[in-house]
């Protein structure tokens, strides 16, 4: 399957039962470490989230494809790669977040998985269920449902897209010695 720099699906916004951005979401109400055990990756979706308070049915709610829209600092805490893994099981194509933990970021990159910063993201009237289509050359994300653009995100280095169409940073640097 060859993938696009352009990125379609339908957005899942996490957010409190206030509607409020939830802030600092760590790599354990990700993938809770009594589930460390799991090393399938296939297995690993139905966890997602399982440690977060009022997004414990979020593998329910997912579908194949879905982007996902985060606040401040996503991915803080341990380098635990099913935090990143889990979203690989259930199909989530693309995340937006204000920010992320630095080794969470580094990991999802090099899983493959891209990672965008848009730090007025939450901002945004955006609702989970909106058609989103994101460019990750340029940064634009445009909500398909409204026909509006929304704040920019960063775009993906040169690099990160690479690694993104190689499928991993281990497809990538086969390429690459492979001349």
């Known amino acids: 399957m060859t993938k696009?720099?352009?990125?379609?699906?339908n957005a899942i916004i996490i957010k409190d039962r206030d509607g409020n951005a939830i802030d600092d979401i760590d790599t354990d109400m990700i993938f809770h470490n009594k589930h460390l055990h799991i090393t399938n990756i296939?297995?690993?979706?139905?966890?997602?989230f399982g440690n977060l308070p009022g997004w414990e049915?979020?593998?329910?709610?997912?579908?194949?494809g879905d982007i996902l829209i985060v606040g401040k600092n996503f991915g803080a805490g341990s380098s635990r790669q099913q935090a990143v893994d889990c979203f690989t099981a259930l199909g989530i194509n693309l995340i937006i977040g204000e920010s992320f933990g630095a080794i969470?970021?580094?990991?999802?990159?090099?899983?493959?998985?891209?990672?965008?910063?848009?730090?007025?993201?939450?901002?945004?009237?955006?609702?989970?269920?909106?058609?989103?289509?994101?460019?990750?050359?340029?940064?634009?994300?445009?909500n398909l449902t409204v026909d509006k653009s929304l704040a920019l995100a960063e775009p993906l280095s040169k690099v990160q897209?690479?690694?993104y169409l190689a499928g991993n940073l281990f497809a990538y640097g086969s390429r690459i010695f492979q001349g």
Request: proline content about 5%.
């Open 57 to 64: 049915k979020f593998p329910e709610i997912a579908t194949k």
């Open 104 to 142: 969470y970021k580094r990991n999802a990159i090099n899983s493959g998985i891209p990672l965008m910063i848009a730090p007025k993201i939450m901002n945004e009237s955006l609702k989970t269920g909106d058609s989103l289509k994101v460019n990750l050359k340029t940064g634009e994300i445009i």
């Open 4 to 9: 696009s720099t352009i990125i379609k699906g």
């Open 42 to 48: 296939e297995e690993m979706g139905k966890y997602t």
């Open 161 to 163: 897209i690479d690694i």
